[in-house]
Antibody, heavy 121, light 107 residues
Framework: QVQLVETGGGLVKPGGSLRLSCAASGFSFSGHYMSWIRQAPGKGLEWLSYIGSGTDYTSYADSVKGRFTISRDNAQNSLYLQMNSLRADDTAVYFC??????????????WGQGTLVTVSS | SFVLTQPPSVSAAPGTTATITCGADNFGIKTVHWYREKPGQAPVLVIHSDIERPSGIPERFSGFKSGNTATLTITGVEAGDEADYYCQVWDGSSGGVFGGGTKLTVL
């Protein structure tokens, strides 16, 4: 069955870096766009970034543009999020999610369980 | 940037109907998708493309959109439906856009 498993979260100091990974299985990973989405404690969902099915196209929310980089390795069925210059307001659970497309739109039909990132001194 | 507005909370008694709204200034051709999130669990897609129900989602869940308001309706509400519900659209310039979420309380 479809499975997405995030790893790499943890405690990091402000200004530090962290790299999240998302291991995909149970589907043709290379055929799907993928996104990172986060949820700060007690807050709603915030879309961060997506990457095309190859590595040719990426897009970012303004809140992380220039600090976060999304990438993927289709040979390893893995999605990544490199997070630099981390701030306290980046503290959140980070989810990877699989895209589905239709009617000119994208939605997220499968999500991982998430990994917690805490930015604190 | 594109903004989706949801009521913070909605309540319904078991067996009744819960209605959660999602408003925008102008959806245009954007379609609306809905997710259910229970504490400590990953979000689950319950409606996509305004009205389409994914396999495995009960028929009690339905979606509708008219004008600048999209609606998620849950008929025959059960205790297990208590969760946070989020609407979402895809915007060409902003990417994924989520509403602020609505907490459904089953009385």
């Amino acid at each position: 069955q479809v499975q997405l498993v995030e790893t790499g979260g943890g405690l990091v100091k402000p200004g530090g870096s962290l790299r999240l990974s998302c291991a995909a299985s149970g589907f043709s990973f290379s055929g799907h766009y993928m996104s990172w989405i986060r949820q700060a404690p007690g807050k709603g969902l915030e879309w961060l970034s997506y990457i095309g099915s190859g590595t040719d196209y990426t897009s970012y929310a303004d809140s992380v543009k220039g600090r976060f980089t999304i990438s993927r390795d289709n040979a390893q069925n893995s999605l990544y999020l490199q997070m630099n210059s981390l701030r306290a307001d980046d503290t959140a659970v980070y989810f990877c999610a699989r895209h589905k497309r239709g009617y000119g739109s994208y939605w997220f039909d499968r999500w991982g369980q998430g990994t917690l990132v805490t930015v604190s001194s | 940037s594109f903004v989706l507005t949801q009521p913070p909370s909605v309540s319904a008694a078991p067996g009744t109907t819960a209605t959660i709204t999602c408003g925008a200034d102008n959806f245009g051709i954007k379609t609306v998708h809905w997710y259910r999130e229970k504490p400590g669990q990953a979000p689950v897609l319950v409606i996509h493309s305004d009205i389409e129900r994914p396999s495995g989602i009960p028929e009690r869940f339905s979606g509708f959109k008219s004008g600048n308001t999209a609606t998620l309706t849950i008929t025959g509400v059960e205790a297990g439906d208590e969760a946070d519900y989020y609407c979402q659209v895809w915007d060409g310039s902003s990417g994924g856009v989520f509403g602020g979420g609505t907490k459904l309380t089953v009385l």
